[in-house]
């Protein structure tokens, strides 16, 4: 049996692992990351380094080679695949906790200070295109609305909008999200979403799409969006870099995030 240790895993996945071994199947296969599933709605993600973690993730050194519907057994304790004589052990791992937590005061001229240089990193993208022509649209709509939970209603839209694993207005939903985590002016519009998502994702946008939004609801994000929100809020050094960090992130997952995280603070720290 040949065996991996996982270097990190999310510790929320790691909980909601069966005790017991469970079958499951190879879903999809990417360059540096294989989505697993099992059960009636089990979801391992294998995230090959430095690819950062996320809240449904488990983080190996190297990944194995495998191939759609090839079978593996999950468990808290390991992941195996026999076809492979191949065992992933999740004992000798670190677990990582992904959550965010409103911070007791954020001071908005602090806030908005920090944001400024960000301003000039965030993708605004091509004006022909149809998606981002839309999400525009959705998103004066949010600024003209008279009401938080109009304007929830509006950024609702974005599910599920434009392509990937992540479609953009996803991504963008999940930045909105984890901004709103720390100002309180934005609770309206987090409460409805988190109420929507949570019922009416899933027939909108992909199977991953919809686990980044729940995760999001649950306050739960990948590394990068989390440490970019406390050097946002705090004081220090690193803003610049953390919002890099985040923009290196999938094809256009990372710009995106960053485009609704400062969306937030542009609406609901106004001054």
């Known amino acids: 049996m040949i065996e991996r240790v996982a270097t990190s895993v999310s510790r929320s996945l ?20 294989v989505n697993l599933e099992w059960g009636c709605d089990g979801w391992v993600s294998l995230l090959e380094e430095p690819l950062p973690l996320n809240p449904w993730a488990v983080r190996l050194k190297n ?3 495998l191939g759609r519907g090839n079978p593996c057994v999950i468990s808290r304790r390991d992941i195996l695949f ?11 791992c ?10 007791t005061s954020v001071d908005p001229d602090f806030v908005r200070a920090r944001c400024r240089p960000l301003m000039d990193l965030e993708s605004r993208g091509q004006d022909t295109d149809p998606f981002r022509l839309r ?15 109009r304007a929830a209603q ?34 309206v519009e987090r409460d409805f979403l988190v109420g929507a998502l949570s019922k009416n994702a899933g027939p909108r946008t992909t199977d991953v799409s919809r686990r980044m939004l729940l995760a999001a609801c649950r306050c739960e994000f990948a590394e990068p969006v989390g440490r970019l929100l406390r050097s946002i809020v705090r004081p220090g050094n690193g803003v610049e870099e953390s919002a890099r960090e985040l923009l290196a992130l999938g094809g256009s997952s990372g710009a995106d995030t960053l485009a609704g995280i400062l969306f937030c603070v542009r609406e609901f720290l106004k001054g």
């Open 63 to 65: 990944l194995p080679q």
């Open 82 to 92: 026999p076809h492979r004589a191949m065992r992933i052990d999740l004992e000798m």
């Open 14 to 33: 790691l909980s909601g692992l069966p005790e017991s071994p469970h079958d499951g199947i190879v879903h999809s296969v990417f360059a540096r990351a």
């Open 135 to 149: 999400a525009r649209e959705i998103l004066d709509d949010v600024q003209l609305a008279k009401s938080g939970t």
């Open 94 to 103: 670190v677990p990582v906790d992904l959550g965010m937590r409103p911070e």
């Open 154 to 187: 509006h950024l609702f839209s974005l599910v599920g909008l434009g392509s990937g694993l992540t479609p953009a207005g996803d991504d963008f939903l999940a930045g909105f999200l984890a901004a709103s985590v720390f100002f309180g002016a934005a609770a």
